[in-house]
């Protein structure tokens, strides 16, 4: 049984939650963010200010209520508050721009690595500071990966793209004999 499944779902103000033909919508001051349902394992009731999760009688169901219980809350939270990722780049020449819709990394490569931003996620950068923010949670967690990917940090230096506050295991290096 799922803890935070069993737990009803508040709205906050200016929050507009709905669920119809196993589309989950939710609309707030951020934007809009929708969301299929498997309708035959789980069933969203939207009751005044609260959202209550019932699981259906499939296997699936007891593992997908809490899922569903998670996903409703992220997207209140990125109606409402919204999701940010800091990346910090590291390295002798590294460094990131944004040339209309696509940030394009210059990590060391022979040549410059271009990566289009996808809709609904903003995108500033500072030196060789990357700020990603989105209401959507799993857009932002999927761009920021890929950007992490293009040069992911070594254990040697420490060079590459990193996530702000994420450590990176040193390794010693050879050693003078």
């Not at 590294?94 to 903003?122: C, M, W």
């Amino acid at each position: 049984m799922s803890r935070l499944g069993k737990q009803p779902v508040t709205i906050p103000a200016g929050v507009t939650v709905t669920c119809a033909d196993g589309i989950l919508t939710v609309t707030g001051p951020k934007g809009t963010l929708t969301r299929p349902v498997r309708t035959k394992d789980v069933a969203i009731e939207v009751a005044g200010e609260t959202v209550t999760i019932v699981p259906g009688k499939t296997t699936l169901a007891p593992a997908l209520w809490g899922t569903y219980a998670a996903h409703l809350r992220n997207m209140i939270k990125g109606v409402t508050v919204g999701f940010e990722k800091i990346l910090d780049i590291e390295g002798v020449g590294y460094r990131a721009e944004i040339k209309g819709n696509q940030i394009v990394l210059n990590v060391g490569f022979s040549h410059p690595i271009a990566l289009d931003i996808p809709d609904g996620v903003t995108a500033v950068v500072e030196k060789t500071v990357v700020t990603l923010k989105s209401a959507d949670k799993d857009v932002l967690g999927q761009f920021a990966a890929n950007v992490r990917k293009v040069k992911e940090p070594e254990p040697y230096k420490g060079k590459g793209i990193r996530y702000r506050g994420e450590f990176i295991i040193r390794k010693q290096g050879k050693k003078a004999a």
